[in-house]
T-cell receptor, first 114, second 112 residues
Framework: GESVGLHLPTLSVQEGDNSIINCAYS??????FIWYKQESGKGPQFIID?????DKRQGQRVTVLLNKTVKHLSLQIAATQPGDSAVYFC?????????????FGKGTKLSVIP | KAGVTQTPRYLIKTRGQQVTLSCSPI?????VSWYQQTPGQGLQFLFE???????NKGNFPGRFSGRQFSNSRSEMNVSTLELGDSALYLC???????????FGSGTRLTVV
């Protein structure tokens, strides 16, 4: 399949454990933040997002935390499963002066050990 | 509802040639963005089109261009291909360009 994570940091977790993936963002004026999951051979798939005026949002087995003070975003995956193995990207969306742009972080490769 | 469709899935081109990639957005989506993904640079924004107008552009040389048609389908073109253009090219569509980006599976371009 496609190899998109040759130079990415890797997080290895045991099946059933919780995973925490971290991301630093750059633009304090970004409107919202999104986590994407990318499996081999596929495009990024939306997981969860959070608006800049929130600090926590929960989905099914996933939680995103936003710390605007230090410009840090994290994705927590509960009870990690083999199907969670993928590359995870954070992205920040900024709109201003007619410009709309989604900027991605470098990504983290999550490997789940059965 | 059908997702974002990118064609072709794979391409092999020779240095110096030009290439055109196609993206069909989700029905009703008017904004199409293009990204280049490489192992070294990650996902980098190329440009965004909305209602046939380029609304935003990333920091890529003029060899990279695009357009959008009245049915919202988009094409991107790379002229005078270089080895460093080898990458996965991803297209994403949204309704307005401000929320809900959905990506296609990409076109893998290899320049030899």
């Amino acid at each position: 399949g496609e190899s998109v994570g040759l130079h990415l940091p890797t997080l290895s977790v045991q099946e059933g454990d919780n995973s925490i993936i971290n991301c630093a963002y750059s633009n304090s004026a970004s409107d919202y933040f999104i986590w994407y999951k990318q499996e081999s051979g596929k495009g990024p798939q939306f997981i969860i997002d959070i608006r800049s005026n929130m600090d926590k949002r929960q989905g099914q087995r996933v939680t995103v935390l936003l710390n605007k003070t230090v410009k840090h975003l994290s994705l927590q995956i509960a009870a990690t499963q083999p199907g969670d193995s993928a590359v995870y990207f954070c992205a920040e969306f900024f709109s201003g002066a007619g410009s709309y742009q989604l900027t991605f972080g470098k990504g983290t490769k999550l490997s789940v050990i059965p | 509802k059908a997702g974002v469709t990118q064609t072709p899935r794979y391409l092999i081109k020779t240095r110096g040639q030009q290439v055109t990639l196609s993206c069909s957005p989700i029905s009703g989506h008017r904004s199409v963005s293009w990204y280049q993904q490489t192992p070294g640079q990650g996902l980098q924004f190329l440009f965004e089109y909305f209602s046939e107008t380029q609304r935003n552009k990333g920091n890529f040389p003029g060899r990279f261009s695009g357009r959008q048609f009245s049915n919202s389908r988009s094409e991107m073109n790379v002229s005078t291909l270089e080895l460093g253009d080898s990458a996965l090219y991803l297209c994403a569509s949204t309704h307005t360009g401000t929320y809900g980006y959905t990506f296609g599976s990409g076109t893998r371009l290899t320049v030899v």
